[in-house]
């Protein structure tokens, strides 16, 4: 039994699909089944019933998956404490990222960073911040970025920065002739919101006292930030985007971002990690870069 072995069979418990999990862990897939098949065998059990798509784990094998996580976790913990021990950036370090933060806070620190210490295995995940805080508990991520809202006092966190709310107004709306958008201006507005669930939803809900979000969710049940803003675009309703968003537009969508009346609606973006988290000197340096690059792009009392 090793170590790749217990990796190999959680990549499939995971994705469920033999050339996805061999996809994810690197390797062929005629590899991945031969060393699961021979796992299986030293072990006297069927991990997982091949027999249903996706692949599903037996009963015996979720004993076994909930043990190899352990075992996964403890002997990652080992590496990562003699890293911090030995003052390096190496090691693989994992960050989930909220889907309305990674398109436009990922690009401006991520490459530079890879370029800079290539001897660092970093990577990003996005994720909502319900399976955020469950990733951080099982080990599965190091660190999540996401916005500060009630509930993360289990965790240990670190300011990113503040940014805006703005919203974001097609051409033949009544409110694009408007300089500032007061939360009163959108009721009976055509709003493209996020699903239930997304925190930047949230937050403007019930900061907007937004009731009027029915008919749009009717017109596109789900959706993204960018698809909003291509709606938008193209004439049809309103929609809110992030201040550190606006840096990445052309000067003819900026034409559309509109500004709130005070009190202007905002979020605190922070890093955070569980209680036993180890590596502090790759968080720092993370920490920091962040910070840095989100200067430029905010408002100076925003920072």
């Known amino acids: 039994m090793t170590l790749q072995q217990l990796e190999y069979i959680l990549a ?33 059990i069927k991990i997982f019933d091949r027999r249903r798509q996706p692949i599903i784990t037996t009963k015996a094998g979720q004993a076994v998956i909930r043990q190899a996580k352990e075992v996964l976790y403890q002997s990652r913990r080992l590496k990562e404490i003699v890293e911090e021990e030995k003052d390096t950036y190496l090691g693989t370090f994992t960050i989930g990222v909220l889907p309305t933060i990674a398109p436009y806070l990922i690009p401006h620190f991520f490459p530079q960073l890879m370029r800079e210490h290539p001897e660092m295995d970093l990577r990003i995940v996005e994720l909502k911040t319900k399976d955020m805080k469950q990733a951080l508990l ?31 107004i097609s051409e033949g709306d009544p409110l694009f002739a408007k300089e500032r958008i007061k939360t009163t201006d959108l009721n009976g507005e055509f709003l493209w919101l996020l699903d239930e669930g997304h925190c930047f939803r949230d937050q403007l809900v019930k900061f907007c006292h937004l009731k009027s979000a029915a008919v749009s969710k009717k017109a596109y049940t789900l959706g ?80």
């Open 12 to 44: 499939l418990n995971r994705l469920g699909n033999f050339a996805k999990a061999a996809d994810y862990c690197d390797v062929t897939q005629p590899t991945l089944s031969s060393m699961i098949q021979k796992l299986e065998n030293e072990l006297g």
């Open 138 to 168: 099982n080990g599965d991520i190091d660190a999540g970025i996401l916005a500060k809202i009630e509930g993360l006092e289990m965790f240990n966190s670190t300011h990113l920065y503040t940014e805006k709310y703005f919203a974001y």
């Open 224 to 303: 993204s930030i960018e698809t909003f803003m291509r709606i938008v675009e193209n004439g049809k309703g309103v929609t809110f985007i992030p201040e550190m968003a606006i840096s990445q537009l052309e000067d003819a969508q900026k034409r559309l971002v509109r500004p709130f009346a005070l009190p202007e609606p905002r979020r605190e973006i922070v890093m955070i990690t569980a209680d036993n988290f180890i590596r502090h000197k790759m968080l720092d340096m993370i920490v920091k870069r962040i910070q840095d690059c989100a200067k430029p792009l905010l408002c100076p009392n925003n920072k």
